[in-house]
């Protein structure tokens, strides 16, 4: 019941000396639920897009893998190429190329997948609202069916505390204050000597000998991370992920975002109740945390037509609405799921597809520089 209704079922006869009313007599009016027609199809299509980009980072990490070996073995073993989307799981790497771009006006020369990537997870977040996050990342897929596998077994994830809960999300801001302070001081020749010495070279190789070499402490790590994302949706994701807490800042700037309209609305909270980063999408006009992945979790469980939709910012609200539609001014265009997903494979492929054409994708280093540095990764020092 709002306000209103409350300040009226205190009067009588229209005194406004406040009277006791039983419970039982006030008829609380609900909205009329005028049911969607449409077909809900976004989860199966995020799922397709999920499995799809899992799928091609474990083709990648095996290929990754025979390659090193390849050079450890000095040249003997049976020779595979070097697959450069590896250069993904190098966000840093990005972000140092992003700035040495943006200084020195030109494309780096090592390890410019992750120059690409990284940019084109960026714009996805930005026209798109840290897709990447639910739609792409592989942690993130791996995340989320923890913590559907914890409510599956349990028939419930277990919040934590507002006081426990807060400070915790802060954590992945300090982890990426501390990344961006360290690109932050350095120059464009820095950068481009950082990545050229022999430790920025097989950066990526020290990253797969870290999870081929797990140390005692770091499996215990790990382990907990896994078992905290079975009990807390998205654990990693909402705590500790300096990667989403860069895309989620970007993602504020969105000229997109998850609308709800409250003339339709319903007021059942089955948005919320869904919501993986428990936002109060109920009483929310616009979405604009940085929490929000744009899962569509939310859409896909509105029962109530046209009631939470993707849209442009300013979506017209309840009191503008007539009966035929808004009564000042046209609505803001909606943006269908199936272009919302075709936006984030055109940012993909583009990218990628553009590096690949003009030869900027793979780091041209000759193999003999690979053959000598790859088995002697551990011993590289970070310069």
Same mark, same amino acid.
């Given at each position: 019941m709002n306000a209103e209704a409350k300040s009226d079922a205190g009067r009588v006869g229209g005194s406004s000396v406040g009277v006791a009313i039983p419970p039982q007599l006030i008829t609380i009016t609900r909205k009329k639920l005028v049911r969607r027609t449409d077909r809900e199809y976004s989860q199966r299509l995020r799922l397709g897009f999920q499995l799809t980009f899992l799928a091609l980072n474990v083709w990648i990490g095996v290929q990754f893998y025979h390659w090193v070996r390849w050079a450890?073995?000095?040249g003997v073993a049976r020779e595979v190429a070097r697959p450069s989307g590896v250069e993904g799981w190098l966000p840093i790497a990005g972000l140092m190329q992003l700035k040495y771009v943006a200084l020195s006006g030109q494309l780096p020369r090592v390890h410019p997948a992750a120059f690409f990537l990284?940019?084109?997870?960026?714009?996805?977040?930005?026209?798109?609202?840290?897709?990447?996050?639910?739609?792409?990342?592989?942690?993130?897929?791996?995340?989320?069916?923890?913590?559907?596998?914890?409510?599956?077994?349990?028939?419930?994830?277990?919040?934590?505390?507002?006081?426990v809960d807060i400070p915790l999300r802060g954590l992945k801001y *300090?982890? @990426? +204050?501390?990344? /961006?302070?360290? &690109?932050?001081?350095?120059?464009?020749? =820095?950068?481009?000597?950082?990545? #050229?010495s022999p430790y920025g070279l097989i950066v990526d190789v020290r990253m797969l000998n870290f999870f081929r070499y797990l140390s005692g402490t770091a499996a215990y790590v790990v382990l907990g991370l896994v078992v905290a994302s079975i009990f807390v949706q998205n654990f990693w994701c909402r705590y500790l992920c300096?990667?989403?807490?860069? *895309?989620? @800042? +970007?993602?504020? /700037?969105?000229? &997109?975002?998850?609308?709800?309209?409250? =003339?339709?609305?319903?007021?059942? #909270?089955?948005?919320?109740?869904?919501?993986?980063?428990?936002?109060?999408?109920?009483?929310?006009?616009?979405?604009?945390?940085?929490?929000?992945?744009?899962?569509?979790e939310c859409v896909a469980v509105c029962p109530a037509k046209e009631t939470l939709v993707v849209?442009?910012?300013h979506f017209p609200k309840a009191g503008k609405y007539g009966p035929h539609g808004p009564k000042n001014?046209?609505?803001?265009?909606?943006?269908?799921?199936?272009?919302?997903? #075709?936006?984030?494979?055109?940012?993909?492929f583009g990218l990628v597809g553009y590096a690949k054409v003009t030869r900027h994708w793979d780091t041209q280093v000759p193999q003999q520089v690979y053959l000598r540095l790859v088995p002697t990764a551990s011993e590289q020092a970070h310069p």
């Open positions: 450890e073995s000095g990284f940019t084109a997870f960026l714009l996805m977040s930005w026209l798109l609202r840290k897709s990447f996050c639910s739609w792409l990342c592989p942690v993130g897929t791996f995340s989320e069916y923890l913590w559907k596998l914890g409510r599956f077994i349990f028939r419930r994830n277990f919040a934590l505390p507002r006081w *300090l982890l @990426l +204050a501390f990344f /961006a302070y360290a &690109v932050y001081g350095m120059s464009a020749i =820095a950068i481009e000597q950082f990545l #050229a300096p990667y989403g807490a860069f *895309l989620g @800042l +970007a993602a504020l /700037a969105s000229p &997109v975002r998850i609308a709800r309209r409250e =003339a339709s609305c319903i007021d059942c #909270a089955k948005c919320a109740k869904v919501c993986p980063s428990a936002l109060k999408v109920d009483k929310l006009v616009q979405i604009r945390s940085a929490e929000c992945t744009s899962c569509l849209s442009f910012p001014g046209r609505p803001r265009p909606q943006v269908p799921v199936w272009a919302f997903a #075709a936006g984030i494979a055109v940012i993909f």
